[in-house]
């Protein structure tokens, strides 16, 4: 017999799907409004009712593909060497003193491509999923478990935007943008001929009407979420990130990861263009590795092989990722000697030696 408990967790996870249900018949009312009551009993010249159902089709299909990514699109593992080992966890464990804690984790970090730390200017660590936190990862206690490159948790989707699904979640806004905009502009007509009582009083009069005003205002909505990210896309940025800068050794700095306009785009969507608008994974990099524009370099992390330092140390020299193999793709982001649309950064209060074990939700 299951506990109490684990059946009140569960119950709360069913909950938690009421929003995804939500949308999901709001949808399915709006393709039998468009569909059937606009264009198969309301339009009657041929040609253009052909026209509006192609059109729409293929913004519905990128809209529900999308839209079905960003919900199963499970958040990646952070790779195995940021897990404590079972030797490091007893040992950890074992020690009560914070001093010595540090020491562990400090040890532990210094073999391990990490910059970022706390405000306090520590190292991330996860007492949870008892891991040491990639850059740009957070714990979500929602999902219960650390998000490479977390976003935020949307519950429109029940699950939370970050490395694995941040290219769905745009395309899921781009497409239903498109998608609210096409249903308001082709039935503006029909809603002003129906207003105006130019048109039978009849069923579809409700379904037309009242599609146009859900469409409209969920049109102005998404407008204003779909830009907003487009700006954090082109900065490099997450919604965590554009809230607190994250921290480094030297400070905060919140154009860290910002390598310029077009990199940033493609470090999302990739350097295919084939694959930019379709929900299919194209990010560059594994969520872990990010390369930045630091000028200053954290003195605590091992040096490259060519002994320099892994982090940029000017504007004109090339970017460079942590010292482990890149990938072809990631080569190819980096490997521009110049950098581009290079920005202003501003670097808030010094770096701190302290370190504490650091507990987010």
């Known amino acids: 017999m299951a506990p ?14 009421i929003p995804v249900l939500f949308i999901s018949l709001i949808v399915a ?28 089709h293929v913004l519905f299909i990128m809209f529900v593909w999308s839209y079905w990514q960003t919900i199963f699109t499970k958040s990646m593992n952070p790779l195995k060497e940021f897990h404590l080992s079972h030797s490091d966890k007893e040992l950890l464990e074992r020690e009560d ?11 532990i970090a210094k073999d391990l491509p990490i910059y970022t730390r706390t405000i306090w200017g520590a190292i991330r660590y996860c007492d949870c999923c008892l891991l040491l936190k990639p850059d740009r990862c957070h ?12 976003d935020h948790h949307c519950p429109w989707v029940n699950n939370c935007v970050g490395f ?34 130019g048109l039978p009083d009849t069923q579809a009069k409700f379904h037309i009407m009242f599609l146009f005003f859900a469409a409209s205002m969920f049109s102005v909505s998404l407008a204003f979420l779909f830009a907003y990210h487009c700006w ?45 608008l379709l929900p299919i994974f194209s990010s560059l990099g594994d969520g872990c590795l ?19 330092s892994p982090s940029i140390k000017s504007a004109g020299e090339s970017h460079q990722f942590p010292p482990k193999p890149l990938r072809e793709s990631q080569s190819r982001l980096l490997s521009s000697g110049q950098s ?13 030696p302290a370190l504490t074990i650091e507990k987010e939700t």
């Open 4 to 17: 109490s408990g684990s059946r009140s967790v569960d119950c709360w996870r069913v909950l938690y799907w």
């Open 29 to 56: 009312w709006s393709y039998y409004a468009y569909v059937v009551q606009l264009c198969i009993e309301t339009i009657e010249n041929t040609g253009e009712k052909i026209v509006y159902l192609l059109v729409y």
């Open 97 to 107: 003193r914070r001093e010595s804690q540090q020491e562990i984790l400090r040890r």
């Open 139 to 150: 714990h979500c206690s929602a999902c219960d478990m650390c998000i490479l490159k977390m």
């Open 164 to 197: 694995a699904n941040y290219k769905f979640f745009m395309l899921f806004l781009a497409y239903s943008l498109l998608y609210c905009l096409f249903v308001t502009a082709t039935d503006f007509q029909y809603f002003i001929q129906f207003w105006t009582n």
């Open 232 to 276: 954090l896309v082109c900065k490099n940025r997450s919604t965590l990130e554009a809230f607190r800068a994250p921290a480094f050794q030297h400070g905060p700095d919140k154009n860290a990861f910002s390598l310029g306009t077009s990199k940033n785009f493609r470090q999302v969507f990739g350097d295919e263009k084939k694959y930019w």
């Open 290 to 308: 990010f390369p930045t524009c630091l000028v200053n370099a954290d003195p605590e992390q091992p040096s490259s092989p060519s002994g320099r």
């Open 340 to 352: 581009e649309g290079s920005e202003d950064r501003d670097t808030l209060g010094t770096s701190n």
